[in-house]
């Protein structure tokens, strides 16, 4: 069981709007930054989001993140099918001194 | 263009052992950090390892804590894995990441993978 929880799958239609939860505790993402990693099948992951709602260079503005207290949230506006993937979240833990992924999340588009 | 490139992956049996390399390119290696990341078939990602621009620190995951080895070498833009008494459940593809810096969790570039089988 993953220290930060993420739900295994989301699903949506085009041009819908989903969220991914990524649910933690104080010695994580309530102090310390976020990632968003997303990984199409067969590929290595890819930065999505960093520092909790910054997206690199390249990365389509629907994509968002943020962040509340010991929560996080990736936000896909205007699903595509190219989306179509798995999401990790990412966060330092201060207390176990290790980084903790999300056991990931699936996105389909139906 | 960045590149990081692993190598080293292959079929070993229980109990031995195997050494990973990445070979990074077109950015200032000796300013990042490094980690190993790895992903089981079928399963999700798990961070195991991070070694700093210097090496003067070092994480690694319980899971590997004493059987894994990371080093890096920064005159030869090179990170290494030394796996040790390799189990069934060390079986995965194997990536090396590189940080932004030295933000924790911050993979910004990541290789290709290299996957390791653990099996008689």
């Known amino acids: 069981q993953s220290v930060v929880t993420q739900p295994p799958s989301v699903s949506g239609t085009p041009g819908q709007r989903v969220t991914i939860s990524c649910s933690g505790s104080s010695s994580n993402i309530g102090t310390n930054n976020v990632y968003w990693y997303q990984q199409l099948p067969g590929t290595a992951p890819k930065l999505l989001i960093h520092w909790n709602n910054q997206r690199p260079s390249g990365v389509p503005d629907r994509f968002s993140g943020s962040k509340s207290g010991t929560s996080a949230s990736l936000a896909i506006s205007g699903l595509r099918s190219e989306d179509e993937a798995d999401y990790y979240c990412a966060v330092w833990d201060d207390r176990l001194n290790i980084v903790v992924i999300g056991g990931g999340t699936k996105v389909t588009v139906v | 263009e960045v590149q990081l490139v692993e190598s080293g992956g292959g079929l070993v049996q229980p109990g031995g052992s195997l050494r990973l390399s990445c070979a990074a390119s077109g950015f200032t290696y000796s300013s990042h950090s490094m980690n190993w990341v790895r992903q089981a078939p079928g399963k999700g990602l798990e961070w195991f390892s991070y070694v700093s621009s210097s090496s003067s620190n070092i994480y690694y995951a319980g899971s590997v804590k004493g059987r894994f080895t990371i080093s890096r070498d920064n005159a030869k833009n090179s990170l290494y894995l030394q796996m040790n008494s390799l189990r069934a459940e060390d079986t995965a593809v194997y990536y090396c990441?590189?940080?932004?810096?030295?933000?924790?969790?911050?993979?910004?570039?990541w290789g290709q993978g290299t996957l390791v089988t653990v099996s008689s």
């Open positions: 990441a590189s940080n932004y810096l030295d933000y924790l969790g911050y993979f910004h570039h």
